[in-house]
């Protein structure tokens, strides 16, 4: 199974943390926006899309990207990591899920954990997560990881 993992992690290495665990189970490639080639995810059987959150976003630079790809079918994954707790009325993922199925994508499951943030009012405790992603997350990160490649989808 071909997989690609197009990931931005800018400020402490979280989101790409997290990709690799799951790139490890999925034998996939971990490359940026600005090194994929929109041809190989055409190309790829599973996509994975993953940053970081930036005042309850993910990244520009991925959402952009995906705005840019040509319709198609395909299975596809949101993945981010963030210092403050996902709102369940308003998933940091849903509005990138949202990009994907309108482009034609089959998306199968999305993942978020906690992570080591030092966004402006953070900074002034020295950040907060500190030790995020643990263990246990890049476990739970691998574990998605396994379900999509069994073809088992998300957890309930």
């Given at each position: 199974?071909?997989?690609?993992?197009?990931?931005?992690?800018?400020?402490?290495?979280?989101?790409?943390?997290?990709?690799?665990?799951?790139?490890?189970?999925?034998?996939?490639?971990?490359?940026?926006?600005?090194?994929?080639?929109?041809?190989?995810?055409?190309?790829a059987?599973?996509?994975?899309?993953?940053?970081?959150?930036?005042?309850?976003?993910?990244?520009?630079?991925?959402?952009?990207l995906?705005?840019?790809?040509?319709a198609?079918?395909?299975?596809?994954?949101?993945?981010?990591?963030?210092?403050?707790?996902?709102?369940?009325?308003?998933?940091?993922?849903?509005?990138?899920?949202r990009?994907?199925?309108?482009?034609?994508?089959?998306?199968?499951?999305?993942?978020?954990c906690?992570?080591?943030?030092?966004?402006?009012?953070?900074?002034?405790?020295g950040?907060?997560?500190k030790?995020?992603?643990?263990?246990?997350?890049?476990?739970?990160?691998?574990?998605?990881?396994?379900?999509?490649?069994?073809?088992?989808?998300?957890?309930?």
């Amino acid at each position: 199974m071909k997989t690609v993992i197009v990931c931005v992690s800018v400020s402490h290495g979280n989101t790409r943390r997290v990709a690799d665990a799951m790139a490890g189970v999925l034998g996939a490639e971990v490359v940026t926006p600005e090194e994929v080639d929109v041809g190989e995810l055409a190309a790829a059987d599973l996509v994975g899309f993953g940053s970081g959150v930036f005042l309850g976003r993910l990244h520009p630079r991925l959402t952009e990207l995906v705005t840019t790809l040509p319709a198609g079918r395909g299975r596809a994954f949101v993945f981010a990591t963030s210092g403050l707790p996902e709102l369940p009325p308003a998933p940091f993922t849903r509005p990138l899920v949202r990009r994907l199925e309108a482009r034609g994508l089959r998306v199968e499951g999305s993942f978020s954990c906690r992570a080591f943030d030092t966004w402006a009012p953070f900074r002034l405790v020295g950040g907060i997560n500190k030790r995020r992603p643990d263990a246990g997350d890049l476990g739970a990160a691998r574990a998605f990881a396994e379900r999509l490649r069994d073809g088992r989808g998300p957890a309930s």
